[in-house]
């Protein structure tokens, strides 16, 4: 289409104005003059019900809403002190990971162990406690992963508004709904142990 339409060009999925860019210096330039004008992301159902209304640092509307986010975010998160406290938990996950490898006398599933290690950190770091030793912890990769395909799914009544009763029909919006609250049980046990 951009041989024959030229590197930009404006595209109508159903009712959503999208520009699609194919050349990497006119989205270069397209970044550097206009970002805040492509800063935001499509508001889907999914990312609505599951990221609460896309009040996430990921998903929010930029805004003084997205730029508090984004400030607790790399402040409380992702600083330099905060990440160096959790040195001594990577080194036991990759320790242990190590160990689990050493001990196999069969095939060893790295992408499998590797996962489980940094669920384990990410966990030990966020909430105290390993993934992978409680009940409701072993549920959470299934859950994110059920998550990001629920999000990465193209939904018709986003982009069509009046086909929006599709997503019930074709139990789209009973995947969210149940995927939500499975969630919201995980971070209430989670929470209820802090």
Known sequence: MAQKHG???LLHLGSVPTVVVSSPDIAREIIRTHDLNFSNRPELKAMRKLLYGSRDVGSAQHGEYWRQMRSIFVLQMLSSK???SFGSIREEE???LVKRIEECSGP???SKMMAETNADAAFRSTFGGKYSESENGKKFPGLMREYM???GTAEIGDFIPWL???GRVNGFDKRLDDAAKRMDEVFDVISAQS
């Open 7 to 9: 590197p930009i060009m």
């Open 82 to 84: 905060r990440v160096q």
């Open 94 to 96: 990759t320790a242990l």
């Open 108 to 110: 060893v599933y790295l």
């Open 149 to 151: 395909d629920l999000i």
């Open 164 to 166: 929006g009763w599709i």
